[in-house]
């Protein structure tokens, strides 16, 4: 098995030297480096120098809007991919299945959607959606399924109880298709994901919990009768702090707590009590909103998520320590990881240069880089010789 590894992008209110909060409602706090193109852009750089494969960009009323961002920064930089997340039903899909294809196309395939159905009532009421929760994914279901249908070059005509077209045709599909992660822990979004979904996300619980639901998505992809020519790939997204030693990296994550007020913590945890996210009342599970036992696993902490909404876990150790839950994780069935760390910058080189190199030694990586050759000394006789 070969690994992929995708970064993230901060806009969501911008990055620091602590935990940027926000998600699931919540607005981002106090983050010291803003969320602007020159920083942006240095991410960007920093993850497609380090062999990461793409980089997701969040979506919500607390970032700034991913289609945009993306769309500049992919001429701030070269290779790298984007896992653009967005909301079906905001936009009508022929709409989004055209700006996908143009996006696609204008950027020689450097697109990947993640669809975020989304998970709490009063956000999307800000966007004048008005369905409950699983009435987005019965809307998902069908937005999908048209979507997919226009980039396969059909003509479509739809009636479905919460989407309706005539005639519809694109007049360029994209080239190659973009590949769409999707994740959710409840019923409705297993099944959405079964019949749908190219890689299903999970955010980073403790391994066990994690092949649970490896199990659960891949026996509704059966019941669905999904194509087995097509099988549904698993990605995990989570936090890292990785370092030389595992002592560096712990004083890193004691770090990152004590700057975390305790009211703070309190406030958020209040916030997202009410998240109707199945997934977010995991996450919640994992620390119970207390700053002790926070090692849920080997490795894994969960005092991200004593702010943060969505992702709340990180993979915390020395680099052959990570790479070690990062190769237990892949065993169960995780093909890509969604990995940020705080700030994003610097955390990217810590990871690809700390953690990746042994991955690939394992050959569990390969460098998605072109090759690059290096110079040889010169010796001192020949340069004498050339001098004289």
């Not at 602007?36 to 969040?58: C, K, M, S, W």
């Not at 020689?108 to 008005?130: K, P």
């Amino acid at each position: 098995m070969t690994l992929t590894f995708h970064w993230f992008l901060p806009t969501n209110g911008g990055d620091g030297r602590h935990v940027v909060g926000g998600g699931h409602g919540l607005a981002p706090g106090y983050s010291g480096r803003p969320g602007d193109i020159a920083y942006l852009t240095q991410v960007a750089r920093a993850a497609e120098d380090n062999g990461f494969e793409a980089a997701l960009t969040p979506t919500g009323a607390w970032c700034e809007d991913a289609w945009l961002s993306t769309a500049m920064l992919s001429r701030t930089s070269d290779r790298l991919k984007f896992l653009v997340a967005f909301r079906p039903g905001l936009v009508a899909p022929f709409l989004a299945a055209q700006m996908a294809g143009t996006f696609q196309n204008l950027t020689g395939g450097r697109l990947l959607l993640n669809v975020v159905t989304g998970g709490e009532a009063h956000e999307q009421q800000m966007y004048g959606d008005f369905l409950d929760k699983d009435g987005r994914y019965a809307r998902c279901d069908e937005f999908l399924e048209v979507v997919r249908r226009l980039w396969s070059g059909e003509t479509v005509d739809f009636d479905g109880e919460h989407l309706s077209l005539r005639g519809a045709s694109l007049g360029q599909v994209p080239d190659p298709v973009p590949a769409i992660y999707f994740g959710g822990s409840s019923p409705a979004a297993g099944r959405v994901a079964a019949r749908h979904a190219d890689v299903y996300l999970t955010w980073g619980e403790p391994p066990e919990a994690v092949a649970e639901k490896i199990a659960w998505i891949r026996r509704l992809a059966e019941e669905e009768g999904r194509d087995p020519e097509r099988p549904i790939r698993f990605g995990l997204r989570i936090h890292t702090i990785t370092r030389d030693t595992s002592t560096a990296a712990w004083t890193e994550a004691d770090r990152l707590l004590a700057q975390i007020p305790a009211d703070a913590i309190q406030r958020v945890q209040e916030g997202l009590r009410r998240s109707e996210s199945e997934g977010q009342r995991r996450m919640l599970a994992l620390h119970g909103g207390s700053v002790d036992n926070l090692e849920v696993y080997p490795n894994v902490w969960a005092g991200i998520g004593l702010v943060r909404g969505g992702a709340g876990t990180a993979l915390v150790g020395s680099h052959e320590e990570v790479a070690d839950r990062i190769q237990e994780y892949a065993a169960l069935g995780i093909e890509e990881f969604v990995l940020s760390a705080y700030p994003h910058l610097e955390g990217a080189y810590w990871f690809g240069e700390g953690v990746l190199p042994i991955l690939a030694e394992r050959g569990l990586w390969k460098d998605p880089r072109p090759q690059r050759h290096h110079n040889v000394a010169v010796p001192f006789a020949s340069t004498g010789r050339a001098a004289s």
